[in-house]
């Protein structure tokens, strides 16, 4: 019997699933996000008669959703770069009215990492520190199983960490960042990050694309180190479909260059399938 049910909503697809009281995840469905939607209400439409889709959705407890923008503490979108049409949207309002339970929504990077730390690579951490690189960049941190938030709700947005004197951690990193660049200052003609790692053996602006993401991402490791000092940093998301050609070098470079006492610090690929999914089932268990 289903307890809790989650719902990750990302910019290319929504999953929504339920896990048991043994935290096994049961039931699961996925639908692309944007597929005939015009306007917000489309939107929650379909998000609604997805979770009318799992069986006995009318038993569970609480409801947790992961969402890709910046959630106040009442639980609102107030920015949703990916999803234009649901900025201001007031998601949990209409969730909590429409199935008479309580709804709990988070960014969807922190949501992973709880699913991460509690279920997947991080499972036996007292603290983890999350990076999903995929068409954007994410993250979170997680101390004894809880999310941890920060003074003002903003801790773990390692997207807009600065690595130089120029910009954010995201436009640095990210996939739509690394193909941009190739595309329009190089002309390479690609559509996915691992063609440009794959060309970099024979062309120089994609081999200068690589060294540089290689480098921007020890940064980012040394600084998320240096700042939390996590037992492990688990890494996920589309970007480790290609990490035969940067992953092994930028754990040798961070432990060259960290300090001392942490050169020992766990980097390991993301475990779950469904981080999102497991994550929000498990906030809206913990709440």
């Keep these: 019997m289903i307890e809790y049910l989650g719902i990750d909503i990302g910019g290319t697809n929504i999953r929504v699933g339920a896990i048991d009281e043994k935290e096994r995840l049961v039931c699961y469905s996925s639908q692309k996000t944007l597929e005939n939607v015009k306007t917000a209400n489309d939107l929650y439409k379909k998000i609604k008669e997805m979770v009318k889709g799992i069986t006995d959705y009318e038993t569970v407890k609480r409801i947790g959703v992961g969402y890709p923008g910046a959630i106040d503490e009442k639980g609102n979108i107030t920015t949703s770069r990916n999803i234009p049409v649901f900025k ?3 998601l949990k309002e209409k969730l909590e009215k429409d199935f008479k339970t309580e709804v709990i929504i988070e960014n969807d990077a922190r949501v992973a990492a709880l699913g991460e730390a509690t279920k997947g690579a991080g499972k036996n951490s007292k603290s983890i520190c999350y990076v999903t690189i995929s068409t954007g960049l994410g993250g ?15 801790a773990g947005y390692f997207s807009r960490m600065m690595l130089d004197s120029e910009d954010i951690a995201e436009h640095r990193l990210s996939g739509t960042y690394l193909i941009q660049k190739a595309n329009r200052e190089f002309f390479l003609g690609v559509n996915n990050v691992q063609d440009i790692f ?8 994609a081999k200068k694309i690589l060294d540089d993401f290689k480098k921007y991402l020890t940064m980012l490791l040394l600084n998320i180190l240096i700042t939390i000092n996590p037992d492990t940093i688990v890494i996920g998301g589309g970007i480790m479909n290609a990490k035969k050609y940067f992953f092994e070098e930028v754990k040798e470079n961070f432990k060259a260059k960290a300090h001392s006492f942490a050169k020992e610090t766990n980097i390991v690929q993301a475990k779950l399938k469904e981080p999102g999914i497991i994550g929000a089932c498990l906030m809206a268990k913990n709440k």
């Design 88 to 90: 201001n949207f007031p």
């Design 198 to 205: 794959m060309l970099a053996k024979k062309n120089d602006a």
């Design 140 to 154: 979170g941190v997680v101390i004894d199983n809880k999310i941890y938030k920060g003074d003002t709700n903003i």
